[in-house]
């Protein structure tokens, strides 16, 4: 439950962070946009050291799961896009393959 938690908050952290440059870049707002930004990223990168795994490659593969929900769900709740059935399959498919990754039994040594 750690590692999902750790994970939910780094997707969020790591959604705002790479936002606040997109906000800047793309939408025309004030380079101190990057100053929360920054450190929405920093915090993203701690939160994921928090994930219970041995290696880091494979909890990063696990978040990829949680990262591609959250960002269907940022898009729908900040830009108003609503995620289409499409959207909702993917999402499905990325989670399912998560909790292979972070689930899945290991053996021993």
Known sequence: ???LLAFLGAAV???AGCFSFWAWLRLGKSPLWLVPGMLALALFAYLL???DSPLAGRAYAAYGGIY?????IWGWAMEGHRPDAWDGAGAAICLAGMAV?????RAVG
């Not at 591609?68 to 269907?72: E, G, K, P």
């Not at 990754?101 to 039994?105: E, M």
């Open 1 to 3: 439950m750690t590692s």
């Open 13 to 15: 952290m790591e959604i």
């Open 49 to 51: 050291t928090l994930a």
């Open 68 to 72: 591609i929900a959250c960002a269907l």
């Open 101 to 105: 990754i972070l689930f899945g039994p």
